[in-house]
């Protein structure tokens, strides 16, 4: 982050907030929107990309939050459809890349040649 600034007090949705502008290195600004009060949640953002062709935005007006949501835990409980295969990821197959001796060199698939 290079710099952070507070803007001014806005009201968004009925609601006063208290706007932040954040310039940053990366290419990347952005802007929230905190309510005052009792619930300081955001309420708005706004990212500008600033290194792309027109400075793009995104915008995001944030309401009706729930901060104690009732999920049940079936929600995260993965069913694969029938048929489905697992894979192997690099993090499984990794292990022997971790254990080679460094500056070794691999085979070529099929053996050595």
């Not at 995260?76 to 295969?85: H, N, V």
């Amino acid at each position: 982050m290079v710099s952070a600034d507070y803007v001014k007090t806005t009201t968004i949705t009925e609601v006063p907030c208290d706007h932040l502008a954040v310039r940053t290195a990366k290419g990347v600004d952005f802007q929230v929107w905190v309510a005052q009060g009792s619930e300081p949640l955001p309420r708005r953002i706004v990212i500008t990309y600033k290194e792309e062709a027109g400075q793009p935005q995104f915008w995001a007006d944030l309401s009706n939050w729930n901060l104690a949501p009732e999920v049940s835990d079936a929600l995260f409980t993965f069913t694969p459809p029938a048929g489905a295969e697992r894979i192997e990821f690099l993090a499984e197959v990794g292990s022997a890349a971790v254990t080679a001796t460094p500056g070794a060199t691999t085979s070529q698939k099929g053996g050595e040649k």
